[in-house]
């Protein structure tokens, strides 16, 4: 095992024990609505919000998105699987939710690799997925800084060539109510029908 899928399993393990006190919180509360996905209401280990620029430059947090339901999600645009899989999954999930619905969904893709991920082709990956989807371009600070408040992982892995690495990271997603309030930690790979699921309970709540 290499070092670096060491340090994956050891990052995975840490945000799974941050993510128990919000399973915690959840037993014996019936109040909750009944997500598929885990619910991570009033877990203070996570941030609040994020400031990004996005492939314009102009710097966004959730007040841009006032009233809407916004999911955070973290991949790359050279990522071969995970990554096209859950925007694919979160198009679909915005065409079952309905036009009104989704004018009320807010995804927002944050590149991993800004250093290939360029402006222009990151806005054209993510509209190619849905035209109101939003890229959103750190720089390294930048991504250090919101990657650590969220606690995302992740590392690159050399390729056969410089330009041909690849980027290991966490394959989850944050989404937050449309009071600006965290919700929801989403791991990938799921389908789309609990992402519909959750949704339509934030956006009934």
Same mark, same amino acid.
């Given at each position: 095992?290499?070092?670096?899928? *060491?340090?994956?399993?050891?990052?995975?393990?840490?945000?799974?024990?941050?993510?128990?006190?919000?399973?915690? %919180?959840?037993?014996?509360?019936?109040?909750?609505?009944?997500?598929?996905?885990?619910?991570?209401?009033?877990?203070?280990?996570?941030?609040?919000?994020? %400031?990004?620029?996005?492939?314009?430059?102009?710097?966004?947090?959730? %007040?841009?998105?006032? #009233?809407?339901?916004? *999911?955070?999600?973290?991949?790359?645009?050279?990522?071969?699987?995970?990554?096209?899989?859950?925007?694919?999954?979160?198009?679909?999930?915005?065409?079952?939710?309905?036009?009104?619905?989704?004018?009320?969904?807010?995804?927002?893709?944050?590149?991993?690799?800004?250093?290939?991920?360029?402006?222009?082709?990151?806005?054209?990956?993510?509209?190619?997925? #849905?035209?109101?989807?939003? @890229?959103?371009?750190?720089?390294? *600070?930048?991504?250090?800084?919101?990657?650590?408040?969220?606690? *995302?992982?992740?590392?690159?892995?050399? @390729?056969?060539?410089? @330009?041909?690495?690849?980027?290991?990271?966490?394959? %989850?997603?944050?989404?937050?109510?449309?009071?600006?309030?965290?919700?929801?930690?989403?791991?990938?790979?799921? @389908?789309?029908?609990?992402?519909?699921?959750?949704?339509?309970?934030?956006? #009934?709540?």
């Amino acid at each position: 095992m290499s070092i670096i899928q *060491v340090l994956r399993i050891v990052r995975a393990a840490a945000v799974l024990f941050l993510l128990s006190g919000a399973v915690s %919180a959840l037993v014996g509360c019936n109040a909750r609505p009944a997500f598929h996905n885990l619910d991570i209401t009033g877990n203070t280990q996570f941030a609040s919000d994020f %400031a990004l620029p996005d492939a314009n430059g102009k710097i966004r947090t959730l %007040a841009d998105y006032k #009233n809407k339901v916004v *999911v955070l999600f973290f991949g790359y645009m050279h990522c071969p699987d995970v990554c096209p899989t859950t925007m694919a999954e979160l198009a679909q999930t915005m065409q079952q939710l309905g036009a009104d619905a989704a004018n009320r969904v807010q995804v927002l893709f944050v590149t991993l690799d800004p250093q290939r991920d360029t402006a222009n082709l990151l806005t054209q990956y993510v509209q190619a997925f #849905n035209p109101s989807f939003i @890229g959103l371009r750190p720089d390294d *600070v930048q991504l250090k800084k919101v990657a650590e408040s969220f606690h *995302v992982y992740y590392a690159k892995t050399p @390729g056969k060539t410089p @330009g041909s690495y690849t980027m290991d990271h966490t394959a %989850a997603s944050y989404v937050f109510d449309s009071t600006g309030k965290l919700r929801l930690f989403v791991r990938d790979g799921q @389908g789309v029908t609990p992402w519909v699921h959750d949704l339509q309970l934030l956006l #009934n709540g």
